[in-house]
């Protein structure tokens, strides 16, 4: 039997897609490689953005309607904190790895 201090949310995810939907982003924090092009889907009905916590950032997308999709290229590694404008407590992250 193994313990964890973190809950299954914390646990970082592969892949190239993130959900928008239930006001969160999904997974909320995920690993890619260099040069992977990250795809964010809203699947709610409000409408979201994908938008870089840190000023400067490279995610700034317009606000997504239902069903739209924005997407990025990560060229560097490093850690991306993301946000929704329009409902800032919805955070993520992407974590780009050489």
């Avoid at 993130?18 to 009905?45: H, R, Y």
Wanted: net charge positive; glycine share 6%; charged share 5%.
């Amino acid at each position: 039997m193994s313990t964890s201090s973190t809950g299954a949310a914390a646990t970082p995810m592969t892949g190239n897609a993130v959900a928008i939907k239930n006001f969160a982003f999904s997974p909320a924090t995920l690993q890619v490689k260099a040069g992977t092009t990250v795809t964010w889907t809203n699947q709610d009905t409000d409408a979201h953005t994908v938008t870089s916590a840190a000023s400067g950032g490279p995610l700034h997308s317009a606000a997504l309607a239902t069903h739209a999709a924005y997407s990025y290229t990560f060229t560097k590694p490093g850690t991306y904190a993301y946000i929704c404008t329009i409902h800032p407590f919805m955070t993520a992250t992407v974590e780009v790895t050489r």
